[in-house]
């Protein structure tokens, strides 16, 4: 009688010696990131009439455009009458496929021409960031969440795992600092777009307020953070 030499490996032993195998995992890591965007472009065509649909998709595409990013696309899609979880949940699932596509396809990647130079101009803009921030280097972990975290323009996914990378951290490390920084700053944002626009609906004049007093203070943080690096730029020996 002979006997199956995989009959005492376990489910999750067996998934990784499958995934082990480059001829397959290749493949499975260069599509998996797509089917991810198609399958959030699926659903919100099944739930969203199609009128909906045209301008969240326009939203999202807008999304992977600089200078677009979650502290504009998120707000417009709110006021536009999209709840505010579902506008979390997409742009949430978009970032965990840029990174996944990142993390696990790069070297591919930096000879896609169009790919290949965003990708380029990351991990200079990622170089640059380290540089100016030496701390991040002590507290990669949570320096990467809180890259990802707040919403400034070169801090999403795509620059987050090239920064990942440029720290050494491990590709799962990447994606879960990605994930979390994200889905906090999405909601967080989302939240506050749905809660402003439910006090405009009450209080015009409040809602106003509240929504300059907002952007008064972001700009001030950025303002902040810019002449931060500024003197940080200016004390690194060159």
């Not at 990708?119 to 200079?124: N, P, Q, S, V």
Request: net charge positive.
């Amino acid at each position: 009688m002979t006997v199956d030499p995989t009959a005492g490996t376990s489910e999750p032993d067996r998934w990784k010696t499958l995934l082990a195998n480059p001829y397959l995992a290749g493949p499975i890591k260069f599509v998996l990131p797509f089917a991810v965007v198609t399958g959030v472009f699926a659903g919100l065509y099944l739930i969203e009439p199609y009128q909906q649909f045209l301008v969240i998709s326009g939203l999202l595409a807008a999304y992977f455009v600089p200078p677009a990013g979650k502290e504009s696309i998120i707000p417009i899609a709110v006021m536009m009458g999209y709840p505010w979880w579902l506008v979390t949940l997409v742009i949430f699932l978009l970032d965990v496929a840029v990174s996944l596509f990142v993390v696990w396809n790069f070297d591919l990647a930096l000879r896609i021409p169009l790919v290949g130079r965003l990708l380029e101009a990351g991990m200079t803009a990622g170089r640059n960031y380290t540089d100016s921030q030496p701390w991040l280097r002590r507290f990669s972990t949570v320096g990467l969440a809180l890259f990802v975290f707040f919403p400034l323009q070169g801090t999403g996914a795509m620059n987050g795992a090239i920064l990942g990378r440029l720290l050494g951290l491990s590709n799962g490390r990447v994606v879960g600092c990605i994930c979390a920084g994200s889905l906090a700053s999405s909601l967080i944002i989302a939240l506050g777009a749905d809660v402003l626009l439910d006090v405009y609906r009450h209080d015009s004049t409040l809602g106003i307020g509240l929504l300059v007093a907002v952007v008064a203070v972001i700009l001030a943080g950025v303002v902040g953070w810019r002449m931060h690096e500024k003197r940080l730029r200016e004390r690194t020996p060159r």
